[in-house]
Structures are given as structure tokens and as C-alpha cells.
């Protein structure tokens, strides 16, 4: 009889592409998933991967277990669902990967679903590229600003954010002239995300930067401090105090990009996730809709 553990160690290692990968993504040592596939190959009788110029890839015996091991990871996460729903108690552990152009600010309303189940553990991580870390399994759940949704990416659009160029509110306050202002600019380690990807397609060749930063905490101190200006999701700088909104910009909604609240297709939320998924979509539409800077996508 067949392990559903050595299984599910399998998918993770064909997935992630190799057995370090999968390791990395189930929270253990290279040794044990090695360990485990090799004795799910003992068990059928055959090897499972063979080894190319590429690297390795699943044998013709190999690909026939992993569209097994995928539809009973399907079967598992919805026994669980229903299982949990019986029980009316959650328990887990959700990795939630959220864009750094958006930063802390959401986080109370993520930590907010596990001091409701206080048998729910949660990891959040601040990235460059959400749909990356949903990719390299390095998350359940990603929150990310996109131009449009990946294929290989499920999930749903909580609604658009609209662009404003901000200044510090105290004086003296950064001259108001998109010609000469001096700008708080993105590292290159963002380059790629949606804020970064503006200034580059709206700025001027020579258009001034004064300082660069890496995270949505260090862009709002950073204009904060100084006469310097950035460009800011409108939705996420207009409750800021410290912070006033420039005239004179051509941003607005039409030049904003949509929120989308993601998981990966292949890979189906179980009980815990899912029950997360659906609480920030709805917490965080309910937080968002009739503020400023963001209009909700149509349900």
C-alpha cells in the first residue's frame, strides 16, 4: 500500500524542481525527502526521475504517480475542508507573501484572522514579487499589485488603486513642479514591482533622486524626513498624517494597477487557507471600499 506522505514528499519535490526545493517548501532536510522518495520507488517498482542535461525530471512511471499524487491532494484538502467545517475549529499554519510596495499596513488586518483561531499559526514575509513566492512554494497566499493575473494563478481582484505623488505635511513642504522635484526612488532589488515600473515609464531621463528605498515603511519615513516627493498607492498614504498629496502630478486611477488577493491553481487551498483567503478578501475589501485611491472590482 501506497503512503500518502511519500507521495505528497514527491509532489513536492517534482514541483519545486528538485529535492531541496521540496525540502524547503515542506519545512524539512534534503535527507528526508530523498529518504521518502526513495521509498515510494521501492514500494511501485520503478524509479520515479531520471537525469538530463536540464537536470532531473519525473520518469514516464514518475509523471503517471504525480497526476495521482495531484488529484489526492485535491481529495485530501477537500476532506479536510469538510472535516473542519464538522468540527467548527481550525487549526494550521498560513504563509502569506505580501508585496513590499504595499508593506506593513495590511498586517493588522492578516494577524486580526488568527487571534480570532488561536490554533492557527501565521507567517507573513514582505517580497519584491508575490506570484514568485507563490511559484517557488514559499507561500499559500499572495497580496499583490498586478497589471493582469498570471494563468497558472487563481484568485480574485479585490478592486484598483489609484497613484498620487506625496510630500511631507510639515513644513517647509517639497516644491510643488514635476520638472525639478527631487524624487524618493525604489532599489534596484525592487525593480519589476508596480510603483518602480511607473516612475520609470512616466519620469524624465534626468529627473532628480534623491535617495531609494526598499520597502512601503521606508519610502513613507523617507518623504517624510525631507523635501523630497514620492509616488504612493493613495489608498495606503492618505490616512498618514505625516504625509500631503501634491498637485500638479498626472497620476489617478488611470494610471493605478489592480489589488489581487492570489494562490497557486495547481496546488488547492486546504480548510485553514482557504478560510484565511476568503477572511482577507473580505476584510480587506471592507477596509478599502469608500476610501480614497481605490475602486472595488465588481463580485
Known sequence: ?????????????????SYLGGAKALGVNRTTVGRRVEALEKRIGSPLFKQSASGYH???????????????????????????????????HVRVAVAAELGSDLLPDIMRFQQTHAEVTVEVSSV??????????????????????????????????????????????PRVDPEHSTWVGWSEDMNGCMLASWMTRHLKEDARTGSWVDSWAALKAATQAGQNVALMWQAFAEPEPGLVQLPGFMTGTGQGSDLW?????AIPLDACKKEMFDFLFSSLRHKLCGGPGFTAAPH
Open 1 to 17: 500500500m501506497l503512503d500518502w506522505d511519500d507521495l505528497r514528499y514527491f509532489l513536492a519535490a517534482v514541483e519545486a524542481g
Open 128 to 173: 519584491r514579487d508575490p506570484a514568485i513566492a507563490l511559484t517557488q512554494r514559499k507561500a499559500d497566499i499572495a497580496l499583490g499589485v498586478l497589471r493582469a493575473r498570471p494563468e497558472y494563478l487563481t484568485g480574485l481582484c479585490l478592486g484598483r488603486l489609484s497613484l498620487a505623488v506625496y510630500g511631507a505635511a510639515s513644513p517647509p513642504r
Open 58 to 92: 519525473p520518469t514516464e512511471v514518475g509523471v503517471k504517480v504525480l497526476k495521482c499524487a495531484k488529484q489526492l491532494e485535491k481529495h485530501v484538502a477537500q476532506l479536510s475542508t469538510t472535516l473542519v467545517k464538522q468540527q467548527g475549529a481550525l487549526e494550521g
Open 261 to 265: 488577493l492570489l494562490s497557486l491553481e
